[in-house]
């Protein structure tokens, strides 16, 4: 088969990251499998009414977020959605240091030979031409991000030695020139998202626009991706300045994604640095 398999840590990554790519390879009947690997109970909510769900409450976000996931996936006409082991096998791992992190059925945690074989059973079921993760830091340093990529990494490892693995490896990335535009863009807004930053350094992603491999301009994913983030409710509040970003329409902004080739051989580009504007680029179809 054709298809492109994403691994994402919890849901709405899946939507942020990659969702206008996703949403723009299910349109074109390309078999489009995310595989997310835990429930995002940790996640910070963002609707009172939903308080109570929190983990030092009741600890049901995870199961509400599977609902959240499901409608983020129908927005973007991806079918194919499944849980590593599971829904509820790995539990979301919070950030280093604190108590979830220590969670004996936390991702962090978690055999990385297990999870890797359970993520091998999926490429043994659909056979992905291309892998999409994140890079080795996670993108932005939280351990379920950084696991995630192991997981996926071995996995295409494991999957290559039965000859089924994956012809181009792609990790999630942001041009450092469009997080410059950005941090301009928003200065001085109320919801400015780098209000603590003073230089774009300081952040901890943001890839020289040399080393991005690929572009993804998709703009008519733009509204199915501002539908899946409207579904993730609970984490993107009203007043997110990524609803911001989806209002405008007009410039295509959040339908724009870049990703860092890690496996595979570069296919022919556009542009001052040869960005693929495609993730199949190069490959020969089967």
Request: charged share 20%; aromatic share 8%; proline share 7%.
């Amino acid at each position: 088969m054709n298809g492109i398999l994403f691994v994402h840590a919890h849901p709405d990554d899946e939507t942020i990251g990659t969702g206008a790519t996703m949403a723009h390879y299910a349109a074109a009947g390309v078999p489009v499998t995310l595989v997310t690997c835990t429930l995002g109970e940790e996640g910070e909510i963002h609707l009172p009414e939903l308080a109570l769900l929190a983990p030092d409450a009741a600890d049901q976000l995870g199961g509400y977020r599977i609902g959240e996931l499901a409608a983020a996936c129908a927005a973007l006409g991806v079918a194919d959605y499944r849980f590593l082991g599971g829904a509820g096998r790995y539990r979301d791992s919070g950030m280093m240091g604190t108590p979830a992190n220590d969670h004996p059925r936390c991702f962090w945690q978690a055999s990385l030979a297990e999870a890797a074989e359970q993520l091998l059973a999926v490429f043994r079921e659909v056979r992905p031409r291309v892998l999409v993760t994140y890079d080795p830091n996670g993108f932005y340093g939280h351990p379920d991000h950084i696991q995630a990529h192991r997981v996926a990494m071995r996995a295409a490892e494991l999957a290559a030695a039965e000859g089924i693995g994956p012809a181009k490896v792609y990790w999630t990335a942001v041009p450092k020139s469009a997080l410059v535009a950005s941090m301009a863009e928003f200065q001085g807004a109320p919801d400015n998202p780098f209000a603590d930053v003073g230089h774009v350094d300081e952040l901890p992603f943001g890839t020289p626009d040399e080393e991005i491999a690929a572009q993804i301009t998709a703009p008519a994913a733009q509204a199915a991706k501002a539908a899946a983030m409207r579904a993730h409710a609970s984490q993107i509040p009203a007043d997110s300045w990524l609803h911001t970003l989806a209002g405008r329409a007009d410039d295509g902004f959040l339908a724009v994604e870049h990703f860092l080739l890690a496996a595979g051989e570069r296919g022919p580009g556009n542009g001052a640095h040869g960005w693929e504007d495609d993730l199949f680029a190069g490959l020969k179809p089967q």
